[in-house]
């Protein structure tokens, strides 16, 4: 028999859109965390702090998640992850291939894949296409919040950009925007932290130093992934993700400790 499908109409297909994306902006202007940059490491935190059972809310710049989790190196999209970090590959169902000793290699679209939906069906929600502005700040300079925008007002001639941003509040933030650590340079450009800017590659040195690192940058503020690096001056460390993946994990740790 013929499938036919239902009698809905464009009408009910906008308001269906635009009523659920109101609902659930309006429900997440106030979170327990909210988290800043949709890759590997802001997608790991996410997924831990929802599961949980924390109100988390991902703010991403661009159209998709992952950030570079999707294409690896090169644009070549296999990605590496270095022993130990395989059980988070084996936990969520990603296949792999040991290609050397406790060296392993994934796809980098099934991986990311992946990792997405575990966070959605974890309760992680996102605010796509959507730009990190400034940062709520109370007297005691803790962070409370984020300012954030649309992405494309960027590309708006300079004449005509004066749109106004809006902010969300949150007991904690998560900086997770690689190398760019965008949260904590809006802190750097009110006098209150100093950075040191990431250093050269050394893979065997940086993805120890980026877990040991990670951690509470400033009241309300955690630093997770590359990000790590930019602030502390660490090496970096290229198309390989575990560090990215653990960093993810010991943020949402250190999060659910502070939101005791």
Same mark, same amino acid.
């Given at each position: 028999?013929?499938?036919? !499908?239902?009698?809905?109409?464009? &009408?009910?297909?906008?308001?269906?859109?635009?009523?659920? !994306?109101?609902?659930?902006?309006?429900?997440?202007?106030?979170?327990?965390?909210?988290?800043?940059?949709?890759?590997?490491?802001?997608?790991?935190?996410?997924?831990?702090?929802?599961?949980? *059972? &924390?109100?988390?809310?991902?703010?991403? +710049?661009? =159209?998709?998640?992952?950030?570079?989790?999707?294409?690896?190196?090169?644009?070549? =999209?296999?990605?590496?992850?270095?022993?130990?970090?395989?059980?988070?590959? $084996?936990?969520?169902?990603?296949?792999?291939?040991?290609?050397?000793?406790?060296?392993?290699?994934?796809?980098?679209?099934?991986?990311?894949? &992946?990792?997405?939906?575990?966070?959605?069906d974890s309760g992680v929600r996102?605010?796509?296409?959507?730009?990190? $502005?400034?940062?709520?700040? +109370?007297? $005691?300079?803790?962070?409370?919040? @984020?300012?954030? =925008?649309?992405?494309?007002?960027?590309?708006?001639?300079?004449?005509?950009?004066?749109?106004?941003?809006?902010?969300?509040?949150?007991?904690?933030?998560?900086?997770?925007?690689?190398h760019d650590a965008q949260v904590? +340079?809006?802190?750097e450009e009110r006098g209150l932290?100093?950075?040191?800017? !990431?250093?050269?590659?050394?893979?065997?040195?940086?993805? $120890?130093?980026?877990?040991?690192?990670?951690?509470?940058?400033?009241?309300?503020?955690?630093?997770?992934?590359?990000?790590?690096?930019? @602030?502390?001056?660490?090496?970096?460390?290229?198309?390989? !993700? *575990?560090?990215?993946?653990?960093?993810?994990?010991?943020?949402?740790?250190?999060?659910?400790? =502070?939101? &005791?």
């Amino acid at each position: 028999m013929k499938e036919k !499908f239902s009698p809905v109409g464009e &009408k009910e297909v906008t308001r269906a859109i635009v009523g659920e !994306f109101a609902t659930q902006f309006m429900e997440y202007v106030e979170c327990d965390c909210i988290i800043v940059g949709a890759g590997p490491s802001g997608l790991m935190a996410g997924r831990n702090l929802a599961r949980a *059972g &924390k109100k988390v809310l991902i703010v991403e +710049r661009n =159209n998709y998640l992952g950030g570079g989790f999707w294409i690896g190196g090169y644009l070549l =999209n296999k990605v590496t992850i270095r022993h130990p970090a395989e059980r988070v590959l $084996d936990e969520l169902g990603i296949p792999h291939k040991e290609v050397t000793p406790d060296l392993l290699v994934a796809d980098g679209p099934h991986a990311c894949s &992946k990792l997405i939906a575990s966070a959605c069906d974890s309760g992680v929600r996102f605010a796509n296409m959507t730009i990190f $502005d400034d940062l709520v700040l +109370r007297e $005691d300079s803790r962070i409370a919040g @984020v300012v954030i =925008n649309w992405t494309p007002i960027t590309s708006l001639p300079r004449e005509i950009t004066c749109v106004d941003p809006v902010a969300l509040e949150s007991k904690l933030i998560i900086d997770a925007t690689g190398h760019d650590a965008q949260v904590v +340079r809006k802190l750097e450009e009110r006098g209150l932290i100093k950075t040191k800017g !990431f250093g050269a590659m050394w893979v065997e040195r940086s993805e $120890d130093l980026i877990i040991e690192h990670t951690g509470e940058v400033h009241p309300g503020l955690i630093v997770a992934g590359m990000a790590v690096s930019t @602030v502390y001056g660490l090496p970096r460390m290229g198309p390989t !993700f *575990g560090a990215m993946l653990l960093s993810g994990e010991v943020a949402a740790e250190i999060a659910l400790e =502070n939101l &005791k």
